[in-house]
């Protein structure tokens, strides 16, 4: 009989038991980890297209998402995955499309209804623990912390704009769960009190607008009143809709509306215009000020004394299409096939494109957070960006931020804050769930009867 040393006997039974647990659980993550086939599949049908285009770009916020938070990180680059220290920077505008995107995931069964119902509270019980200036976030947030990250020396305190992105997704997941299960209640109860919140009269600065950014060191230094018009249309809608820290009208008219010298009559490319794009001159913005305002309010039939919702960004959308077509600074790939300019990265750092600062770059969410105002024109460029350009504007979490055929310039970077839009507008067209969400809320009904808004019928 062999001796053996009962020593050795007990850690070679420990190293096997260890290699089975290795194996079991990289067998675990590889069934598991987020790996999308990248191939590119040029028969598929327009609604087989679209599908994939938001299902791949809602995984931003999902298999991309901040591990600690659940929330949407404020970028992710492929070839330097986080950089400058980014790796658990939580953008709160990012956060709030996210949490519609997810929305959007359960509703089309991207993930389990259990799954979905885990993150978003996961995400709001970090919401609530982070930093909060009178009910309203900062810009970014440390996703492992839950406290403020600068975002300048000045910005680190309160951001309503940032805020009332969350605001609007908050609202929206209330209005889903507010009549499930118990687990799914207690869910709308918490988005319900985060809402409730926000005091937005506190950001009037005593006076007849709101204000930006408000700091417990710097006060009110950053000084920027919120004119429109531009991307903050919601930050005065859902000001008007609280019902514990609302503001009067007069917010609205004497502030964002300018004692109504918003309103202005040009035309741009042969489409007309009732508002005043500040600073652009009888020209339109960034086509993002026709995509964040609008992810839960519904400008279907929005009107008010100053414009047609539906009309002015339907108008803004066709404007920048038909600028890139006539294409007058000859940039190289401009056309019916690839247009679409917004705020994203640039060959010159990071840029509010449109048609007063065109650097001959294409921002993928401009033309496809478009979609239900030009359905046509916008799968136009998603067939062509995923069929033609292919791998290198198409990656895990679909279309990369921007690119420039003119700079052979093609990095491989996401910025949440862009990506968000693409998955709730896809929705929007496809289903309209996050604009017949918002708009059956009954404070959002509130505050859109109290600014003197007409807005459409909703579905019985």
Request: proline share 5%; aromatic share 14%.
């Amino acid at each position: 009989m062999l001796k053996t040393d009962p020593k050795k006997i007990t850690y070679l039974l420990i190293a096997i038991l260890c290699s089975f647990l290795f194996v079991g659980a990289c067998t675990k993550n590889k069934n598991t980890a987020y790996s999308p086939d990248l191939s590119i599949k040029k028969n598929l049908s327009d609604i087989e297209l679209l599908d994939l285009v938001q299902k791949q770009t809602f995984q931003y916020f999902w298999d991309g998402a901040e591990p600690t938070s659940g929330a949407g990180r404020e970028r992710f680059h492929v070839d330097n995955v986080y950089p400058e220290n980014d790796k658990n920077t939580v953008a709160t505008g990012a956060t709030g499309f996210g949490l519609m995107a997810i929305l959007s995931g359960i509703d089309r069964g991207y993930v389990t209804k259990n799954d979905g119902l885990d993150r978003l509270n996961k995400i709001l019980d970090f919401l609530t623990k982070a930093d909060r200036f009178h009910g309203a976030w900062p810009h970014w947030i440390n996703g492992e912390t839950a406290k403020v990250r600068p975002f300048g020396q000045k910005d680190n305190g309160g951001d309503l704009v940032e805020t009332s992105f969350v605001a609007q997704a908050l609202i929206c997941i209330n209005e889903y769960y507010k009549n499930g299960t118990e687990p799914e209640k207690a869910l709308a109860k918490k988005a319900d009190e985060l809402w409730k919140g926000i005091d937005f009269n506190w950001y009037r600065n005593g006076q007849n607008v709101l204000y930006w950014h408000w700091s417990p060191e710097y006060k009110w230094e950053m000084n920027f009143p919120v004119k429109g018009y531009n991307e903050c249309l919601i930050m005065y809608v859902m000001a008007a809709s609280s019902p514990t820290h609302g503001v009067p009208a007069e917010v609205y008219h004497e502030g964002w509306a300018r004692n109504g010298e918003i309103k202005t009559n040009f035309k741009f490319y042969g489409h007309s215009f009732s508002l005043d794009y500040q600073g652009q001159k009888n020209s339109v913005g960034p086509l993002f000020w026709a995509h964040y305002s609008y992810l839960g309010l519904n400008p279907k039939g929005l009107k008010d004394r100053y414009a047609d919702y539906w009309e002015n960004n339907v108008n803004q959308t066709l404007a920048i299409h038909d600028y890139c077509v006539a294409n007058p600074k000859k940039f190289k790939g401009y056309g019916e096939n690839n247009w679409g300019l917004t705020a994203s990265y640039s060959v010159k750092g990071y840029a509010a494109h449109n048609p007063q600062e065109d650097f001959g770059v294409i921002s993928p969410t401009a033309a496809i957070s478009s979609i239900p105002y030009t359905p046509k024109e916008s799968m136009k460029v998603i067939r062509h960006l995923y069929e033609n350009l292919g791998d290198k504007v198409w990656g895990k979490y679909g279309f990369y931020d921007a690119f420039s055929e003119q700079d052979n310039w093609y990095p491989k970077r996401y910025l949440g804050i862009d990506q968000g839009p693409i998955v709730v507008m896809i929705e929007n067209y496809r289903s309209g769930l996050l604009w017949e969400l918002f708009m059956r809320n009954k404070d959002v009904q509130s505050g859109l009867n109290k600014l003197g808004f007409d807005y459409p019928a909703l579905k019985k």
